[in-house]
């Protein structure tokens, strides 16, 4: 077992994608809380880097060059790596990548789970644990970490903590959310509901665009709420389809925010409903309620872990199928209603203020 000093530098290999990130907050903790003297590295896709903008359970940001090819770019980040003399790699993401660039930076002790043939790559390989597809991912990557305590501290605290994925917004960073919507003529004294009507990997995951268009509506009807559309860029689409299909006005600020100030964005919102898309996690890490419709994945281990989310679903028979193209008729999401939806909006997230 390796002594508590000996670790004096960790660098941990970030998620790929929002939501993954959001899910790997409580492990990030509870690293910093068992190391509480290292120097702990967040190596993460640079898009990724604003989620982390107020952080305090790291202390620096390394970011990977998403412009290279996947060979240059391993070569280009372990000689990153190899200069930083890290005495501990743990890598949240499966992909062998991540793997092989740890160990061409040669850091010592490596710690991942052993999948994608990177067994050999890893100082500590883990097998998957069984219980993987039923709990939340949240515990996939606490694991890591309870793992890394008992490895290399010979203790074991990390299993009784209660996972906690919150994130801190500034006030300053929400003085600039707000004087954004006020650009865009928001009434920042009035009710706003975010709406995310994208999903940038798998079209599947997509609510038809008109019944957000509906929902907007009535939400705005009957609830006297302004509609903010947020997404990446690759979901310009879905904004055009909305905005040409409700009747009530609406904002469209999809593409124009990186994560960094969607999320301030979410912070000074009332709700966001959305299909199974990153932001639906960053909301309620920031404190925002969400609703969150879900069709083909499975709420149980990827949906957004908070008492301030709830998942809106048509219950079908065939869900979740975990596929990016539904080979029949896409019921898991064609039965869901619009008023179902409202329904849940309202009872579950606006009843104290209507």
């Given at each position: 077992?390796?002594?508590?000093?000996?670790?004096?530098?960790?660098?941990?290999r970030?998620?790929?994608?929002?939501?993954?990130?959001?899910?790997?907050?409580?492990?990030?903790?509870?690293?910093?809380?068992?190391?509480?003297?290292a120097?702990?590295?967040?190596?993460?896709?640079?898009?990724?880097?604003?989620?982390?903008?107020?952080?305090?359970?790291?202390?620096?940001?390394?970011?990977?060059?998403?412009?290279?090819?996947?060979?240059?770019?391993?070569?280009?980040?372990?000689?990153?790596?190899?200069?930083?003399?890290?005495?501990?790699?743990?890598?949240?993401?499966?992909s062998?990548?991540?793997?092989?660039?740890?160990?061409?930076?040669?850091?010592?002790?490596?710690?991942?789970?052993?999948?994608?043939?990177?067994?050999?790559?890893?100082?500590?390989?883990?097998?998957?644990?069984?219980?993987?597809?039923r709990?939340?991912?949240v515990?996939?990557?606490?694991?890591?970490?309870?793992?890394?305590?008992?490895?290399?501290?010979?203790?074991s605290?990390?299993?009784?903590?209660?996972?906690d994925?919150?994130?801190?917004?500034?006030?300053?960073?929400?003085?600039?959310?707000?004087?954004?919507?006020?650009?865009e003529?928001?009434?920042?004294?009035?009710?706003?509901?975010?709406i995310?009507?994208?999903?940038?990997?798998?079209m599947?995951?997509?609510?038809?665009?008109?019944?957000f268009?509906e929902?907007?509506?009535?939400?705005?009807?009957?609830?006297?709420?302004?509609?903010?559309?947020?997404g990446?860029?690759?979901?310009?689409?879905?904004?055009?389809?909305?905005?040409?299909?409700?009747?009530?006005?609406?904002?469209?600020?999809?593409?124009?925010?990186?994560?960094?100030?969607?999320?301030?964005?979410?912070?000074?919102?009332d709700?966001?409903?959305?299909?199974?898309?990153?932001?639906?996690?960053?909301?309620?890490a920031?404190g925002?309620?969400?609703?969150?419709?879900?069709?083909?994945?499975?709420?149980?281990?990827?949906?957004?872990?908070?008492?301030?989310s709830?998942?809106?679903?048509?219950?079908?028979?065939?869900?979740?199928c975990?596929?990016?193209?539904?080979?029949?008729?896409?019921?898991?999401?064609?039965?869901?209603t619009?008023?179902?939806?409202?329904?849940?909006?309202?009872?579950?997230?606006?009843a104290e203020?209507?």
């Amino acid at each position: 077992m390796a002594a508590t000093g000996i670790i004096n530098k960790i660098v941990v290999r970030g998620t790929n994608w929002i939501g993954d990130a959001v899910m790997s907050v409580p492990a990030l903790r509870e690293l910093s809380r068992i190391f509480p003297d290292a120097e702990i590295t967040l190596h993460t896709k640079t898009t990724l880097e604003g989620l982390y903008e107020d952080a305090d359970f790291i202390d620096r940001l390394l970011t990977i060059d998403g412009g290279l090819s996947k060979i240059k770019r391993v070569i280009a980040e372990a000689d990153n790596l190899e200069k930083e003399d890290f005495d501990l790699a743990i890598l949240l993401p499966n992909s062998f990548e991540s793997a092989i660039t740890a160990r061409l930076a040669r850091v010592p002790r490596r710690i991942g789970y052993n999948k994608d043939l990177r067994g050999l790559l890893l100082s500590d390989p883990l097998a998957v644990p069984e219980w993987k597809d039923r709990r939340h991912e949240v515990y996939y990557y606490l694991n890591l970490i309870a793992e890394a305590e008992r490895r290399y501290l010979n203790r074991s605290t990390v299993s009784a903590a209660e996972p906690d994925i919150s994130l801190v917004v500034s006030e300053t960073r929400q003085q600039q959310a707000r004087a954004m919507l006020r650009s865009e003529g928001v009434d920042t004294n009035r009710r706003i509901v975010a709406i995310g009507a994208g999903s940038t990997n798998s079209m599947a995951k997509r609510w038809h665009a008109n019944r957000f268009a509906e929902l907007i509506d009535q939400l705005q009807d009957e609830l006297d709420a302004t509609a903010v559309l947020v997404g990446s860029p690759t979901e310009t689409d879905v904004g055009a389809e909305i905005q040409a299909s409700v009747r009530t006005r609406v904002v469209d600020l999809i593409g124009r925010t990186g994560i960094a100030e969607a999320a301030a964005l979410l912070s000074v919102c009332d709700l966001l409903v959305s299909n199974d898309m990153g932001l639906a996690h960053v909301a309620p890490a920031v404190g925002t309620r969400s609703a969150v419709i879900f069709g083909p994945t499975n709420p149980i281990t990827t949906r957004p872990f908070s008492d301030k989310s709830v998942v809106i679903s048509a219950g079908v028979e065939c869900s979740p199928c975990m596929l990016r193209e539904c080979p029949i008729d896409h019921r898991c999401m064609t039965r869901v209603t619009v008023e179902h939806a409202f329904s849940v909006c309202r009872h579950h997230f606006l009843a104290e203020s209507v």
